[in-house]
């Protein structure tokens, strides 16, 4: 059973900071990659970040790219998202996902498991 849960999400104003947690319950977590997607009120749920099993590997969606760092701690189960620079645009439901398959898509239906997602609002 595969439960992520996310934290970290908060209201901050633009050109502020956010660090977002997912705490991933298996016990195979070094075996998963991880990502981050995000969805705005009305729009299609999009691809933001995503890190191969070791760390090793990150992608960046253009619009986070020198913004947002994405980085794991398979000691702890868990992945992160560091977001500086926040700016109203930003502004989403923030959801973890997790995949046991090598260099997953970044499309959003491509991935198995979700966290039920944590709210982002980045104030002008």
């Known amino acids: 059973q595969v439960q992520l849960v996310e934290s970290g999400g908060g209201l901050v104003q633009a050109g502020g900071s956010l660090r977002l947690s997912c705490a991933a319950s298996?016990?195979?977590?070094?075996?998963?990659?991880m990502g981050w997607f995000r969805q705005a009120p009305g729009k299609e749920r999009e691809f933001v970040s995503r890190?191969?099993?070791?760390?090793?590997?990150?992608y960046y969606a253009d619009s986070v790219k020198g913004r947002f760092t994405i980085s794991r701690d398979n000691a702890k189960n868990t992945v992160y998202l560091q977001m500086n620079s926040l700016k109203p645009e930003d502004t989403a439901v923030y959801y973890c996902?997790?995949?046991?398959?090598?260099?997953?898509?970044?499309?959003?239906?491509?991935?198995?498991?979700w966290g039920q997602g944590t709210q982002v609002t980045v104030s002008s």
């Open positions: 996902a997790a995949d046991p398959r090598a260099d997953p898509s970044n499309t959003y239906r491509y991935w198995n498991y």
């Open positions: 298996m016990r195979t977590f070094r075996n998963y990659d």
């Open positions: 890190i191969n099993w070791s760390g090793g590997s990150t």
